[in-house]
Protein backbone atom coordinates (compact mmCIF):
# COMPACT_ATOMS: atom_id res chain seq x y z
CA UNK A 1 0.00 0.00 0.00
CA UNK A 2 2.76 2.44 1.13
CA UNK A 3 4.24 1.64 -2.74
CA UNK A 4 1.41 2.44 -4.23
CA UNK A 5 1.22 5.73 -2.70
CA UNK A 6 4.25 6.74 -3.12
CA UNK A 7 4.48 5.55 -7.65
CA UNK A 8 0.83 8.37 -7.51
CA UNK A 9 2.83 10.75 -5.70
CA UNK A 10 5.38 10.65 -8.28
CA UNK A 11 3.42 10.48 -11.16
CA UNK A 12 1.73 13.37 -9.97
CA UNK A 13 4.86 15.11 -9.86
CA UNK A 14 5.90 14.00 -13.41
CA UNK A 15 2.64 14.81 -14.59
CA UNK A 16 2.73 18.96 -13.09
CA UNK A 17 6.41 18.92 -14.15
CA UNK A 18 5.54 17.80 -17.54
CA UNK A 19 2.52 20.49 -17.45
CA UNK A 20 4.97 23.30 -16.66
CA UNK A 21 7.02 22.32 -19.30
CA UNK A 22 4.49 22.10 -21.88
CA UNK A 23 3.63 25.76 -20.81
CA UNK A 24 7.13 27.56 -20.53
CA UNK A 25 7.69 26.01 -24.27
CA UNK A 26 4.19 28.06 -24.94
CA UNK A 27 5.57 31.14 -23.96
CA UNK A 28 8.49 30.64 -25.43
CA UNK A 29 6.65 30.02 -28.50
CA UNK A 30 4.42 33.65 -27.96
CA UNK A 31 7.51 35.30 -27.10
CA UNK A 32 9.16 34.52 -30.35
CA UNK A 33 6.06 35.20 -32.27
CA UNK A 34 5.82 38.97 -30.03
CA UNK A 35 2.13 37.84 -28.60
CA UNK A 36 3.72 38.76 -25.31
CA UNK A 37 -0.19 38.91 -23.65
CA UNK A 38 -0.30 35.22 -24.56
CA UNK A 39 3.44 34.87 -23.11
CA UNK A 40 2.67 36.09 -19.93
CA UNK A 41 -0.65 34.10 -19.83
CA UNK A 42 1.31 30.99 -19.99
CA UNK A 43 4.06 32.48 -17.61
CA UNK A 44 1.62 33.26 -15.09
CA UNK A 45 -0.14 29.19 -15.35
CA UNK A 46 3.77 27.72 -15.10
CA UNK A 47 4.45 29.88 -12.05
CA UNK A 48 1.29 27.96 -10.10
CA UNK A 49 3.49 25.28 -9.87
CA UNK A 50 7.15 26.45 -9.58
CA UNK A 51 7.87 24.91 -6.19
CA UNK A 52 8.02 21.08 -7.79
CA UNK A 53 10.32 22.16 -10.46
CA UNK A 54 13.74 21.71 -10.94
CA UNK A 55 16.57 24.24 -10.80
CA UNK A 56 17.05 23.77 -14.61
CA UNK A 57 13.27 24.24 -15.13
CA UNK A 58 13.07 27.31 -12.69
CA UNK A 59 16.18 28.82 -14.23
CA UNK A 60 14.56 28.18 -17.87
CA UNK A 61 11.03 29.70 -16.42
CA UNK A 62 13.45 32.59 -15.39
CA UNK A 63 14.88 33.08 -18.40
CA UNK A 64 11.67 33.25 -20.57
CA UNK A 65 10.02 35.50 -17.86
CA UNK A 66 12.85 38.00 -18.14
CA UNK A 67 13.00 37.80 -22.41
CA UNK A 68 8.88 38.80 -22.08
CA UNK A 69 8.88 41.28 -19.88
CA UNK A 70 12.75 43.02 -21.03
CA UNK A 71 10.52 42.54 -24.56
CA UNK A 72 7.31 44.34 -23.74
CA UNK A 73 8.33 46.37 -21.15
CA UNK A 74 8.87 49.78 -22.78
CA UNK A 75 8.81 52.67 -20.36
CA UNK A 76 7.14 50.48 -18.21
CA UNK A 77 9.24 50.68 -14.58
CA UNK A 78 7.23 47.68 -12.87
CA UNK A 79 7.92 45.11 -16.08
CA UNK A 80 10.99 46.67 -16.12
CA UNK A 81 12.06 45.62 -12.66
CA UNK A 82 10.32 42.00 -13.04
CA UNK A 83 12.25 41.37 -16.23
CA UNK A 84 15.43 42.27 -13.73
CA UNK A 85 14.51 40.19 -10.90
CA UNK A 86 13.79 37.44 -13.31
CA UNK A 87 17.13 38.02 -15.29
CA UNK A 88 18.63 37.80 -11.27
CA UNK A 89 17.28 34.31 -10.37
CA UNK A 90 18.14 33.07 -13.66
CA UNK A 91 21.77 33.33 -13.11
CA UNK A 92 21.23 32.20 -9.31
CA UNK A 93 19.76 29.21 -10.84
CA UNK A 94 22.59 28.69 -13.71
CA UNK A 95 20.84 30.16 -16.49
CA UNK A 96 24.20 32.11 -17.85
CA UNK A 97 25.96 28.37 -18.26
CA UNK A 98 22.82 26.44 -19.64
CA UNK A 99 22.15 29.78 -21.69
CA UNK A 100 25.23 31.48 -22.80
CA UNK A 101 24.13 32.93 -25.85
CA UNK A 102 20.82 33.64 -24.87
CA UNK A 103 21.62 35.01 -21.35
CA UNK A 104 24.28 37.51 -23.23
CA UNK A 105 22.00 38.47 -25.43
CA UNK A 106 19.07 39.35 -22.69
CA UNK A 107 20.91 41.25 -20.50
CA UNK A 108 22.39 43.73 -22.95
CA UNK A 109 19.06 43.92 -24.18
CA UNK A 110 17.25 44.37 -20.62
CA UNK A 111 20.39 46.95 -20.20
CA UNK A 112 19.56 49.11 -22.80
CA UNK A 113 16.26 49.02 -22.25
CA UNK A 114 16.46 50.25 -18.59
CA UNK A 115 19.35 52.81 -19.68
CA UNK A 116 17.55 54.31 -22.72
CA UNK A 117 14.54 54.52 -20.81
CA UNK A 118 16.27 56.59 -17.39
CA UNK A 119 17.50 58.98 -19.85
CA UNK A 120 14.74 59.80 -21.24
CA UNK A 121 13.36 60.27 -17.30
CA UNK A 122 15.94 62.33 -16.61
CA UNK A 123 15.91 64.80 -19.41
CA UNK A 124 12.19 65.20 -18.49
CA UNK A 125 13.29 65.31 -14.88
CA UNK A 126 11.98 62.13 -13.69
CA UNK A 127 14.61 61.99 -11.63
CA UNK A 128 13.37 59.64 -8.86
CA UNK A 129 12.54 56.97 -11.68
CA UNK A 130 15.58 57.60 -13.57
CA UNK A 131 17.21 56.40 -10.84
CA UNK A 132 15.32 52.97 -10.21
CA UNK A 133 15.51 51.97 -13.52
CA UNK A 134 19.72 52.50 -13.49
CA UNK A 135 20.12 50.40 -9.99
CA UNK A 136 18.04 48.14 -11.90
CA UNK A 137 20.54 48.33 -14.64
CA UNK A 138 23.34 48.12 -12.30
CA UNK A 139 22.02 44.81 -10.21
CA UNK A 140 21.38 42.83 -14.35
CA UNK A 141 25.80 43.83 -14.57
CA UNK A 142 27.05 44.88 -11.44
CA UNK A 143 30.74 45.03 -13.52
CA UNK A 144 29.45 48.36 -14.75
CA UNK A 145 29.41 50.22 -11.57
CA UNK A 146 28.55 53.43 -13.36
CA UNK A 147 24.64 52.70 -13.70
CA UNK A 148 25.27 52.79 -9.83
CA UNK A 149 27.25 56.10 -10.00
CA UNK A 150 24.39 57.67 -12.27
CA UNK A 151 21.92 56.31 -9.86
CA UNK A 152 22.94 58.03 -7.45
CA UNK A 153 23.47 60.71 -8.77
CA UNK A 154 19.48 61.08 -9.82
CA UNK A 155 18.33 59.85 -6.44
CA UNK A 156 20.37 63.59 -5.47
CA UNK A 157 18.35 65.08 -7.98
CA UNK A 158 15.16 63.51 -6.74
CA UNK A 159 16.18 64.73 -3.30
CA UNK A 160 15.82 61.10 -2.14
CA UNK A 161 19.08 61.34 0.23
CA UNK A 162 18.81 57.93 1.84
CA UNK A 163 18.56 56.14 -1.38
CA UNK A 164 21.88 58.25 -2.73
CA UNK A 165 23.33 57.42 0.89
CA UNK A 166 23.25 54.03 0.27
CA UNK A 167 24.49 54.31 -3.26
CA UNK A 168 26.95 56.52 -2.82
CA UNK A 169 28.31 53.89 0.02
CA UNK A 170 28.01 51.07 -1.83
CA UNK A 171 30.44 52.79 -4.44
CA UNK A 172 32.67 53.56 -1.95
CA UNK A 173 32.54 50.11 -0.11
CA UNK A 174 33.82 48.50 -3.47
CA UNK A 175 36.59 51.21 -4.11
CA UNK A 176 34.74 52.69 -6.74
CA UNK A 177 37.03 55.11 -8.50
CA UNK A 178 34.85 55.91 -11.92
CA UNK A 179 37.90 56.82 -14.07
CA UNK A 180 37.90 55.95 -17.58
CA UNK A 181 40.01 55.56 -20.41
CA UNK A 182 38.92 57.83 -23.33
CA UNK A 183 40.07 57.77 -27.08
CA UNK A 184 40.67 60.99 -28.35
CA UNK A 185 41.63 62.36 -31.80
CA UNK A 186 41.92 65.70 -33.34
CA UNK A 187 39.61 67.19 -36.42
CA UNK A 188 42.21 67.73 -39.06
CA UNK A 189 39.94 70.22 -41.07
CA UNK A 190 38.87 72.30 -37.27
CA UNK A 191 41.53 71.29 -35.24
CA UNK A 192 39.27 70.24 -32.65
CA UNK A 193 39.56 67.55 -30.58
CA UNK A 194 37.09 64.62 -30.43
CA UNK A 195 36.19 62.09 -27.60
CA UNK A 196 35.63 58.90 -29.47
CA UNK A 197 33.30 55.83 -27.91
CA UNK A 198 35.80 53.33 -28.35
CA UNK A 199 39.17 52.98 -29.32
CA UNK A 200 38.16 50.99 -32.57
CA UNK A 201 36.02 53.82 -33.99
CA UNK A 202 38.73 56.41 -33.12
CA UNK A 203 41.46 54.13 -35.40
CA UNK A 204 38.85 53.83 -38.05
CA UNK A 205 38.61 57.94 -38.48
CA UNK A 206 42.29 57.85 -38.46
CA UNK A 207 42.91 55.33 -40.72
CA UNK A 208 40.13 57.15 -43.15
CA UNK A 209 42.33 60.43 -42.59
CA UNK A 210 39.87 62.98 -40.83
CA UNK A 211 41.47 62.82 -37.91
CA UNK A 212 44.91 63.46 -36.60
CA UNK A 213 46.93 62.94 -32.77
CA UNK A 214 45.43 60.04 -32.10
CA UNK A 215 45.92 59.87 -27.61
CA UNK A 216 44.38 57.98 -24.83
CA UNK A 217 43.75 59.63 -21.63
CA UNK A 218 41.95 58.85 -18.19
CA UNK A 219 39.40 61.09 -17.08
CA UNK A 220 38.84 62.62 -13.65
CA UNK A 221 38.42 60.55 -10.79
CA UNK A 222 34.59 60.80 -9.56
CA UNK A 223 35.25 59.84 -6.03
CA UNK A 224 35.72 63.61 -4.60
CA UNK A 225 32.05 64.01 -5.79
CA UNK A 226 30.93 61.03 -4.53
CA UNK A 227 32.25 62.11 -0.85
CA UNK A 228 31.22 65.68 -1.64
CA UNK A 229 27.68 64.76 -2.38
CA UNK A 230 27.73 62.30 0.55
CA UNK A 231 29.18 64.81 3.28
CA UNK A 232 26.58 67.34 1.79
CA UNK A 233 23.84 65.14 2.36
CA UNK A 234 24.41 64.52 5.95
CA UNK A 235 24.98 67.99 6.38
CA UNK A 236 21.54 68.64 4.63
CA UNK A 237 20.11 65.95 7.61
CA UNK A 238 21.67 67.76 10.48
CA UNK A 239 24.54 65.02 11.18
CA UNK A 240 27.28 67.06 10.78
CA UNK A 241 29.53 64.94 12.65
CA UNK A 242 29.26 62.59 9.89
CA UNK A 243 30.27 64.52 7.59
CA UNK A 244 33.44 65.85 9.13
CA UNK A 245 34.52 62.39 10.01
CA UNK A 246 33.78 61.12 6.29
CA UNK A 247 36.00 63.41 5.22
CA UNK A 248 38.31 63.88 7.73
CA UNK A 249 39.26 59.86 6.54
CA UNK A 250 38.93 60.62 2.85
CA UNK A 251 41.51 63.88 2.90
CA UNK A 252 44.19 61.43 5.37
CA UNK A 253 44.18 59.30 2.56
CA UNK A 254 44.62 61.61 -0.46
CA UNK A 255 46.07 64.98 0.88
CA UNK A 256 46.67 66.62 -2.39
CA UNK A 257 43.20 65.56 -4.53
CA UNK A 258 42.07 68.49 -5.81
CA UNK A 259 38.42 67.29 -5.72
CA UNK A 260 38.47 66.42 -2.33
CA UNK A 261 39.68 69.73 -1.56
CA UNK A 262 37.16 71.17 -3.51
CA UNK A 263 34.30 68.88 -1.35
CA UNK A 264 35.72 69.55 1.83
CA UNK A 265 35.27 73.67 0.89
CA UNK A 266 31.53 72.77 -0.17
CA UNK A 267 31.52 71.57 3.03
CA UNK A 268 32.63 74.19 5.27
CA UNK A 269 30.58 76.78 3.43
CA UNK A 270 27.94 74.60 3.57
CA UNK A 271 28.26 74.51 7.34
CA UNK A 272 28.87 78.44 7.23
CA UNK A 273 32.91 78.22 8.37
CA UNK A 274 33.02 81.17 5.13
CA UNK A 275 36.83 81.30 6.47
CA UNK A 276 38.37 77.73 6.21
CA UNK A 277 36.22 77.64 3.30
CA UNK A 278 38.20 80.75 2.03
CA UNK A 279 41.45 78.84 2.93
CA UNK A 280 40.65 75.46 1.12
CA UNK A 281 39.71 77.71 -2.53
CA UNK A 282 43.16 79.41 -1.51
CA UNK A 283 45.25 75.92 -2.09
CA UNK A 284 42.96 74.99 -5.13
CA UNK A 285 43.51 78.09 -6.86
CA UNK A 286 47.08 77.47 -6.08
CA UNK A 287 47.03 74.19 -7.45
CA UNK A 288 44.40 75.14 -10.29
CA UNK A 289 45.58 78.74 -11.09
CA UNK A 290 43.79 78.85 -14.84
CA UNK A 291 40.49 78.13 -13.75
CA UNK A 292 38.23 81.06 -13.58
CA UNK A 293 35.15 79.10 -11.75
CA UNK A 294 37.58 79.06 -8.39
CA UNK A 295 38.62 82.39 -8.37
CA UNK A 296 34.68 83.51 -8.72
CA UNK A 297 34.05 81.52 -5.73
CA UNK A 298 36.98 82.86 -3.76
CA UNK A 299 35.71 86.09 -4.64
CA UNK A 300 32.41 85.13 -3.72
CA UNK A 301 33.30 83.92 -0.03
CA UNK A 302 35.62 86.53 0.36
CA UNK A 303 32.98 88.80 -0.09
CA UNK A 304 30.54 86.80 2.27
CA UNK A 305 33.09 87.42 5.31
CA UNK A 306 33.65 91.83 4.74
CA UNK A 307 37.13 90.73 2.46
CA UNK A 308 36.52 93.44 -0.20
CA UNK A 309 39.81 94.08 -1.67
CA UNK A 310 40.34 90.00 -2.05
CA UNK A 311 37.26 89.87 -3.39
CA UNK A 312 38.03 92.47 -6.09
CA UNK A 313 41.07 90.73 -6.79
CA UNK A 314 39.55 87.82 -7.50
CA UNK A 315 37.01 88.69 -9.47
CA UNK A 316 39.10 90.84 -11.57
CA UNK A 317 40.94 86.92 -11.94
CA UNK A 318 38.28 85.01 -12.61
CA UNK A 319 37.45 87.84 -15.45
CA UNK A 320 41.26 88.14 -16.73
CA UNK A 321 40.61 83.83 -17.09
CA UNK A 322 37.34 84.28 -18.53
CA UNK A 323 36.31 87.96 -20.64
CA UNK A 324 32.70 86.64 -20.81
CA UNK A 325 31.95 85.62 -17.66
CA UNK A 326 28.83 87.48 -16.87
CA UNK A 327 28.23 86.51 -13.30
CA UNK A 328 31.55 87.88 -12.02
CA UNK A 329 31.25 90.87 -14.09
CA UNK A 330 27.96 91.87 -13.04
CA UNK A 331 29.11 91.02 -9.01
CA UNK A 332 32.18 92.71 -9.24
CA UNK A 333 30.03 95.86 -10.11
CA UNK A 334 27.55 95.05 -7.51
CA UNK A 335 31.06 94.72 -4.70
CA UNK A 336 32.27 97.98 -6.34
CA UNK A 337 28.90 99.96 -5.80
CA UNK A 338 28.51 98.48 -2.12
CA UNK A 339 30.22 101.18 -1.02
CA UNK A 340 28.00 104.02 -2.14
CA UNK A 341 25.69 103.45 1.16
CA UNK A 342 28.59 104.50 3.35
CA UNK A 343 29.23 107.69 1.08
CA UNK A 344 25.87 108.78 1.33
CA UNK A 345 25.21 108.45 4.52
CA UNK A 346 28.61 110.14 5.29
CA UNK A 347 27.34 113.48 3.05
CA UNK A 348 24.04 113.47 4.71
CA UNK A 349 25.32 113.42 8.28
CA UNK A 350 27.58 116.90 7.60
CA UNK A 351 27.02 119.84 8.71
CA UNK A 352 27.25 123.51 6.87
CA UNK A 353 30.64 124.71 7.72
CA UNK A 354 33.19 125.43 5.59
CA UNK A 355 35.34 121.93 6.70
CA UNK A 356 32.02 119.97 6.23
CA UNK A 357 31.05 121.55 3.00
CA UNK A 358 34.74 120.53 1.40
CA UNK A 359 34.61 117.36 2.84
CA UNK A 360 31.12 117.16 1.14
CA UNK A 361 32.62 117.80 -2.14
CA UNK A 362 35.64 115.21 -1.53
CA UNK A 363 32.88 112.75 -1.17
CA UNK A 364 31.17 113.77 -4.09
CA UNK A 365 33.93 113.46 -5.98
CA UNK A 366 34.78 110.00 -4.74
CA UNK A 367 31.09 108.98 -5.81
CA UNK A 368 31.33 110.36 -9.07
CA UNK A 369 34.73 108.35 -9.47
CA UNK A 370 33.04 104.96 -7.80
CA UNK A 371 30.50 105.18 -10.55
CA UNK A 372 32.96 106.22 -13.38
CA UNK A 373 35.28 102.96 -12.62
CA UNK A 374 32.21 100.31 -12.39
CA UNK A 375 31.01 101.53 -16.13
CA UNK A 376 32.57 99.65 -18.02
CA UNK A 377 32.16 96.57 -16.06
CA UNK A 378 28.36 96.87 -16.64
CA UNK A 379 28.57 98.00 -20.23
CA UNK A 380 30.89 94.27 -20.79
CA UNK A 381 28.06 92.48 -18.78
CA UNK A 382 25.38 93.96 -20.33
CA UNK A 383 26.70 93.23 -24.02
CA UNK A 384 27.04 90.15 -22.60
CA UNK A 385 22.85 89.88 -21.18
CA UNK A 386 21.45 92.91 -23.53
CA UNK A 387 18.08 91.49 -21.91
CA UNK A 388 18.94 92.02 -18.27
CA UNK A 389 16.78 94.90 -17.17
CA UNK A 390 18.73 94.78 -13.78
CA UNK A 391 21.74 96.06 -15.47
CA UNK A 392 19.92 98.22 -17.78
CA UNK A 393 18.65 99.51 -14.71
CA UNK A 394 21.70 100.21 -13.27
CA UNK A 395 23.63 101.41 -15.86
CA UNK A 396 20.92 103.88 -16.96
CA UNK A 397 20.87 105.15 -12.82
CA UNK A 398 25.04 105.29 -12.99
CA UNK A 399 24.45 107.30 -16.54
CA UNK A 400 22.16 110.07 -15.22
CA UNK A 401 24.44 110.50 -12.14
CA UNK A 402 27.52 111.09 -14.80
CA UNK A 403 25.12 113.82 -16.63
CA UNK A 404 25.26 110.89 -19.92
CA UNK A 405 21.80 112.24 -20.79
CA UNK A 406 21.75 110.50 -24.47
CA UNK A 407 22.70 107.13 -22.79
CA UNK A 408 20.04 107.87 -20.23
CA UNK A 409 17.83 108.03 -22.25
CA UNK A 410 18.66 105.39 -24.54
CA UNK A 411 18.95 103.13 -21.86
CA UNK A 412 15.67 104.38 -20.39
CA UNK A 413 13.88 103.54 -23.55
CA UNK A 414 15.08 100.07 -23.76
CA UNK A 415 13.91 99.61 -20.06
CA UNK A 416 10.82 100.35 -20.96
CA UNK A 417 10.20 97.89 -24.38
CA UNK A 418 11.09 95.18 -21.90
CA UNK A 419 8.66 95.81 -19.09
CA UNK A 420 6.35 96.49 -21.23
CA UNK A 421 5.81 100.08 -20.51
Same mark, same amino acid.
Given at each position: ????????????????????????????????????????????????????????????????????????????????????????????????????????????????????????????? *??????? #????????????????????? *??????????????? @?????????????????????????????? /????????????????????? @??? /?????????????????????? #??????? /?????????????????????????????????????????????????? *???????????????????????????????????????????????????????????????????????????????? #??????????????????? @?????????????????????
Amino acid at each position: MKKQILVAGALTISVIAFGQKREIRKAERAFEDKNYTEAIAELKQAEASLANADEEEKAQYYLVKSEVYTASAGDDIAKMKTASEAYQKAVELGARTEEEGRMSALQQNLRAALVNSAIKDQNSQ *NFEMASD #KLYNSYMVSKKDTSDLYYAAS *NAVNAKKFDKALKYY @QNLLDMGYDGASKEYVATNKETGEEKTFSS /KSERDLMIKAGDFIKPVERMT @QSK /KGEVLRNMTLIYIDKGEDEKAS #KLMSNAR /KENPDDTSLMRAEANMAYKMGDKQLYSELMQNIAESDPDNPEVFYNLAVS *NAEIGETEKAIEYYNRAIELKPDYASALINLAVLKLSEEESIVSEMNNLGTSRADNAKYEKLKEKRQQMYADVVPTLEKA #KELRPNDPEIIRTLMNIYS @QLGEDAKFKELKSRLAELEGN
